[in-house]
């Protein structure tokens, strides 16, 4: 625990300004940023009696050994710098809402030339149209199927678009009504175009218009005695009606907002949020975090809203957005949204009518979402404790390994050579901490020197846990060890393990391996397994470690593999860069069609003069063959040329990837 004295800035050296300040540890990871209206009297108040501090304030300036500040122009440049670098540096003790990129939208992707509506999940692109989120995605496609009687709008993916094309038929959507079928030219792209704005202008809220145009539609032809088009009318306004339905109207002014409500106690906060569009609730997503800072509900509202509207801009931030509680002070991040949008944007607490009435709804459902996820939580992390207790005890560790780093190694009949490293904490996989290898040190199959060079790569940095990445400038996060490694194997993967991390002098990280036959846990040497129990909660988790490391290993393996097959021959063509290289294997379709083409073919792709055609041409001609593989499954023989799937020009799935551990050498995974 270090003490806060020994890094406190000396009196009359913070300013006085405005700024953003970083707290580092003694490896120089960044674990909080926050930011002042004035540096100088909020940085001194965490050098004050460590007795009168918060709780977890205390936790982190005793975690800290290193104080940085930037002093900015403004306070909404202030708020603009901390929401930055938080998304950059991630510190442990600021809040952090765990991202609800798993919410579904309904997505319009105006950026094609032949838009397309479909459900999205992640972060959002650039030229796409977002609704929602919503909370399920049958609910997207109800709604969907509804409008595309009246909006046929394209929904099929671009392989099928391409197929469609290709073979002049459209798909059953065409044929049914539910779509133009612009892909056999139906309807021209403008027209598709035209017809995306407007399911877009719709589900926007802009629907008293098109449904009064609709039943104009309907009267005329029904005087013209057009009954049949008439009933077509009639069904499209009903659809589009029952659509509408779906989402509830709640505010009668046909107001745009989002509401946004926190429930919490002393250790997490759970906020919810509605869209409010044209008076319907288009919307709704929620977010939960630990308080693993001094923070009151007006604190989480801000982050909330940071989180919210950090990377959005336009129409995509309301006019209105109601809150329970306003930041102090009110003013930064009142103009920072207005920033965002454009325009101004009215931040307040709603305080009777239809709005407060819809927000203590919204906080309802608050309060539903932090008593489900704790309970959750609780189930899980207990199980998480048992399993981890367990490991302790049958690796005779003195504490639970809340850090475990997992390895193996991967590669195809000794070619394509590949580690990974996955990283569970306590009890739960950190993806962002993963790492994966390409084994440099030799050529062929070796699976003991493999893992021996691993783990001498990975714990060579320990030695100097503050060094920096030369490009970034930012500490190595792989520098920093584990309670608990893991390898994929036996005894001999265990003694290699072992013998990289004597070498290296590491003596305070324990060491087992997990061999898949009869799921034996190994211990450095010792002559026999630790055999745990079948129900086993630590067995369990070990098994989940060791297969995360299966499964990210044989994805790097694959891509490697797939990028020497389509590249391979390529490569040491002088003057031959990426750009070209990809311009030809796309022209072609495969390094096959390729190799067979002629020297004056390869002159048409653009960009490929005489000479560096006459150079891939022998470079081609005077590659070798691979040698031809089995697939084990069917026994089919599969070339060493990259082969046509469907006559696509893309290159077929390996036959087989081996991952390999000492027990089982051989085998396919």
């Known amino acids: 625990m270090a003490d806060p004295s020994t890094y406190r800035p000396a009196p009359g050296q913070i300013p006085a300004s405005p700024g953003v300040y970083k707290f580092r540890d003694a490896d120089s990871r960044v674990i909080y940023v926050g930011k002042a209206k004035s540096l100088r009297p909020r940085l001194s108040s965490y050098f004050q009696d460590l007795a009168n501090l918060h709780p977890r304030t205390r936790q982190m300036v005793t975690t800290a050994a290193s104080v940085e500040w930037t002093v900015v122009g403004t306070e909404v440049e202030a708020l603009q710098l901390e929401y930055s670098w938080i998304k950059e540096f991630d510190p442990r003790f600021n809040v952090k809402y ?13 950026n094609e030339e032949f838009p397309r509506v479909q459900v999205m999940r992640g972060p959002k692109k650039r030229g796409v149209r977002y609704f929602g989120p919503y909370g399920h995605a049958w609910a997207i496609r109800e709604t969907v199927d509804l409008m595309l009687r009246v909006f046929p709008v394209r929904t099929c993916s671009t ?25 056999v030219g139906r309807i021209s792209p403008e027209e598709h175009r035209e017809l995306a704005e407007e399911f877009c202008d719709f589900m926007a809220g802009r629907t008293g218009a098109y449904l009064r145009r609709l039943e104009q539609e309907m009267k005329a032809a029904a005087a013209e005695m057009e009954y049949e088009r008439a009933g077509r009318l009639r ?12 989402n509830a109207v709640v505010l009668a002014d046909g107001t745009d907002a989002d509401l946004l409500a926190v429930a919490e106690d002393e250790l997490e906060a759970a906020v919810q949020i509605f869209h409010v569009r044209g008076g319907r609730v288009r919307g709704q997503r929620g977010w939960v975090t630990d308080k693993v800072e001094n923070v009151d509900t007006a604190g989480l509202v801000e982050h909330a809203l940071l989180q919210l509207y950090g990377e959005e801009s336009g129409e995509a931030v309301p006019r209105e957005v109601l809150v329970p509680a306003l930041p102090e002070p009110v003013e930064p991040i009142a103009e920072w949204l207005a920033g965002r949008r454009g325009s101004r944007v009215d931040l307040r607490i709603p305080q009777r009518g239809d709005k407060r009435e819809l927000m203590v709804t919204v906080g309802r459902n608050a309060a539903q979402a932090l008593a489900l996820h704790k309970t ?30 997992c390895y193996d190694i991967s590669h195809l009949q000794g070619q394509d050579v590949v580690a990974s490293m996955v990283v569970f904490e306590d009890g739960l996989a950190r993806k962002s901490e993963y790492r ?42 792989f520098a920093y060890p584990p309670q608990l490694i893991v390898v994929d194997g036996g005894e001999p993967q265990v003694a290699a393990a072992q013998r990289a991390l004597m070498e290296l002098g590491v003596t305070d990280v324990a060491l087992c391996g997990l061999a898949k036959r009869l799921e034996e846990v190994w211990l450095p040497g010792e002559d026999d397994p630790v055999v745990l129990p079948r129900s086993s909660e630590g067995l369990y988790l070990l098994q989940r470690v060791r297969d995360e490391a299966h499964r990210f290993a044989i994805a790097y393996q694959r891509q490697k593999r797939a990028k020497r097959l389509t590249t391979g021959g390529l490569d040491d063509v002088p003057g031959l860069g990426e750009s070209r290289r990809q311009a030809l294997l796309k ?50 023989i ?3 040329d990259v082969t046509h799937a469907g006559d696509t020009g893309k290159p077929q799935a390996p036959a087989s990837v081996v991952c390999t551990d000492a027990t089982e050498s051989g085998d396919e995974k």
Do not use: W
Request: with cysteine; glycine share 8%.
């Open 235 to 246: 069904d499209d306004m009903e659809a589009l009606r029952r659509a509408m339905e779906k």
């Open 638 to 640: 599969i070339g060493g």
């Open 98 to 110: 765990r991202d609800d990129k798993s919410y579904p939208s309904l997505a319009v992707t105006l």
């Open 587 to 636: 022209h072609f379709g495969s390094l096959k069609r390729l190799k067979a083409a002629t020297v004056e073919e390869i002159c048409e792709v653009p960009g490929v003069g005489r000479r560096t055609a006459e150079a891939v041409a022998a470079a081609l001609a005077s590659r070798t063959p691979a040698a031809p593989s089995v697939n084990t499954a069917t026994g089919e």
């Open 436 to 477: 994966r290898f390409a084994i440099k040190g030799f050529e062929g199959q070796d699976d003991v020197r493999s893992m021996h060079e691993v783990i001498t790569r990975r714990f060579r940095h320990t030695e100097q846990p503050a060094e920096r990445d030369e490009e970034t400038g930012r500490p190595r996060r």
């Open 159 to 183: 392989g099928v678009f391409k197929r469609a094309e290709q073979v002049g038929r459209p798909c059953l959507l065409g044929y049914i009504g539910k779509c133009s079928a612009p892909c």
């Open 376 to 405: 959750k939580r609780a189930s899980d992390l207990t199980t998480r404790s048992v399993a981890l207790q367990e490991i302790a005890d049958a690796l005779g560790l003195d504490t639970a390994p809340l850090r475990i780093e």
